[in-house]
């Protein structure tokens, strides 16, 4: 059984492998352990207003626009409103559609304080097939078969 202490080094050891300015790199299913193990850690899905009603959500993350659609243009707030929901000495992982804009949010996050910072590689949704580019089947949260929704 993986205890929270391995799961976290080996994403410690993602993040030295592929220097990353934060605290580490989880798989989807590594940031569904944590959550139940660490019932005060926050899951902070990125993606936009639009992603979430369209595509889907998962129960009880938080929720912070890192762009905004349509254009993708920088939400200035970003920073300002993750403070209002997330200690900087909390657990937090950032989630989006592959891993992109997370990765962007878990930098910034580390670069103002944010001790815990994760990235969940793979994002929601994942890669795109290589025949139809059809995301939620190869990897991600929704491949990984992990609590999600539409509502």
Same mark, same amino acid.
């Given at each position: /059984? %993986?205890? #929270?202490?391995?799961? #976290? ?13 934060? &605290? !580490?790199? #989880?798989?989807?299913? %590594? ?18 207003? @639009?992603? #979430?009603?369209?595509? +889907?959500?998962?129960?009880?993350? &938080?929720?912070? %626009?890192? $762009?905004?659609?349509?254009? /993708? ?6 920073? /300002? ?7 900087? %000495?909390?657990?937090? /992982?950032?989630?989006?559609?592959? !891993? +992109?804009?997370?990765? *962007? &949010? ?5 670069? *103002? +304080? ?13 890669? @795109? ?14 491949? $990984? ?7």
């Amino acid at each position: /059984m %993986e205890t #929270l202490s391995s799961i #976290l080094q080996n994403a410690r050891v993602r993040a030295e492998q592929h220097g990353l300015p934060y &605290a !580490g790199a #989880l798989t989807p299913k %590594e940031a569904q352990k944590v959550l139940e193990m660490v019932p005060v850690s926050k899951l902070v899905d990125v993606r936009t207003k @639009a992603e #979430l009603d369209l595509v +889907g959500r998962i129960p009880g993350a &938080a929720h912070i %626009e890192w $762009a905004f659609y349509p254009g /993708m243009s920088p939400n200035p707030d970003f920073l /300002m409103q993750l403070d209002k929901q997330v200690d900087r %000495e909390a657990l937090v /992982m950032f989630l989006c559609r592959t !891993g +992109g804009r997370s990765h *962007n &949010a878990a930098v910034v996050a580390a670069q *103002n +304080g944010y001790t815990e910072a994760y990235n969940v590689l793979e994002g929601f949704e994942g890669e @795109a097939t290589p025949d139809n580019k059809q995301r939620g089947q190869i990897n991600g949260w929704k491949a $990984a078969r992990l609590p999600w929704t539409n509502a």
